[in-house]
């Protein structure tokens, strides 16, 4: 039996804007006291009307154009009715025929919308009742629709990360799967034997990337097992919802789904249709930062490999700490102050206005007569101390001896004093490691080694 | 006019709405629901060629507000809750919505 998956992803991401979606109520929902951030509109009471955020209609945008979405210029609100506890008003206000974006596309997967939303409460479940807190509820959240062109676990993840890689470098959320700031439901079914189709089914309740991986495997395996006992496929009615439960690694069937036509979506009354001129949308994209890709790019024009380049720009706070160092295009430091980015400074947390260029210059002009463990100690102390690394360096005596002179005659003591270290070499040259750690000593630490072992090596063969 | 409220039509609609509807009610409801359709079915009667679907009725668009917290309108607490035929701790409570 030939099992290819089918994998779509739908991605929640909560906006963090101030205040809430819909009303001015403080969006704020995490550790806050239960109820105390809620008003009529988020309540869902009778006769309170809801007016569009438009910081969140904006970052929804803004999010469809990092994702190459073509932005409706017309859009408008819908009301998704269904019933359930967390959703006060009976409808959750969201968009289906006009979304603010459609037919994007991140890297081999297509998108098919990004439209905007609104979260509901939060359910918590205990002895037999459900407590509710509507702190939640109201909350901007935007949802991003693939279309089902994922083929396996391993790419599912891929896209979750790049799509909150994105999301963050965009400032529009934290994008955090553990806190639920970041949700996903997979939609999964296989085609077998590049014949048939087996029933859709929708996954909940993964809340963590680990979780995703595994409910996707789960349910890949247990659909071919399905499959080889019943010989169901896919029709128009038998999509289901299954619920993961972290505790025994296993979905459980929650509801048969509601079709699009059983939430009898229509037309918001209570808001009017929402314009962004051309002019607008452009000007939001000018807004755009430096995204992944582009900076991967450049960082690799910069002659950094793949893999620094990867790492430099994961986070964009620490991209652009980089950048502010490095901002010629043909910098011949730009590997060095990588390194240095990567290494001894990714230990402790950085701001970017204590960054100073001029430190990074300086230690680079003057690298060879630094030792590399002293590099790494001035980077850190320069930054914590805000003083030059090259006066530290002074003070500290760490500059290297690199003159072949001086050296000689440390060197020349250091042979006289040592006999059997010296007969030790003829027989051995590998054991030179005693003598220049004796030329070491000598000076303080400060010689340099490569350097005091090129003068002994001198020194012996004309001995 | 054919029968189109069958039984399964109220057993879907009930489980939607959430209502329970006891098995020997579902014909009931089905004669009931049936007329009241009916008598909605004569509006598909107009002819409404030339009329554009109407959502809205102010002729304004893009009404939207600022990100601004407007303490003003949030409610305290007790008065979220006021209302609540149960409530505990500063929760809205439910009978559970998850059997396990």
Known sequence: MKITPIIGLEV?????TKSKMFCGCDAEHFHTEPNTHTCPVCLGLPGALPVPNKKACEWCIKLGLALGCTINEETFFERKNYFYPDLAKSYQ?????????????LEDVRINRVHQEEDTGKSVHVNGETLLDFNRSGVPLVEIVSEPDIKSPEDAKTYLLKIQQIVRYLGISDADIEKGSMRCEPTINLCIDDEFYTPLVEIKNVAS????????QYEIDRQAEQYSQDKITKNSTNKTTRGWDADKQQTFLQREKEGSADY???????????????????????????????KIAKYKTLGLSDYDSNLLSEDSYFSSIFDKIITDSDSVYAKFVANLLIGPLKTIEITIDKI???????????????????IKQLVLESYDKQVDPLILAKQQNLFQVS?????????????ANNPKAVADYQKNPMS???????????????????????VLEKLLVLN | MSSIITSDVIVKVA???????????????????????????????????????????????????????????????????SNAPQSSNGYFVTSATIKK
């Open chain 1, 12 to 16: 929640h991401v909560e906006l963090k």
């Open chain 1, 93 to 105: 206000i969201s968009q289906l025929q006009k979304p603010f974006c459609i037919n994007g596309k």
């Open chain 1, 209 to 216: 990337l680990t979780g995703v991986m595994t409910a996707i």
């Open chain 1, 264 to 294: 009898r979506y229509f037309p918001e009354p209570d808001i009017p249709p929402i314009i962004f001129s051309k002019e607008q949308v452009e000007a939001i994209r000018a807004t755009l930062p430096e995204m992944p890709e582009a």
């Open chain 1, 356 to 374: 100073n260029p001029e430190y990074f210059k300086n230690l680079f002009d003057n690298k060879d007569q630094l030792s590399s463990s002293a």
């Open chain 1, 403 to 415: 003159d072949t002179n001086k050296l000689e005659e440390i060197a020349k003591d250091v042979i």
């Open chain 1, 432 to 454: 030179i490691g005693f003598l220049v750690g004796q030329v070491m000593k000598s000076s303080g630490g400060s010689a340099n080694p490569q350097v005091a072992k090129e």
């Open chain 2, 15 to 81: 489980k939607l709405a959430r209502i329970n509807i006891p098995t020997e009610k579902v014909d009931q409801f089905a004669s009931q629901l049936e007329p009241i359709l009916e008598h909605f079915e004569s509006l598909s009667k107009v002819d409404t060629t030339n009329v554009v679907p109407t959502y809205q009725t102010t002729g304004l668009n893009t009404i939207l507000r600022e990100d601004i917290i407007d303490t003003e309108r949030m409610f305290t607490q007790s008065e979220a809750l």
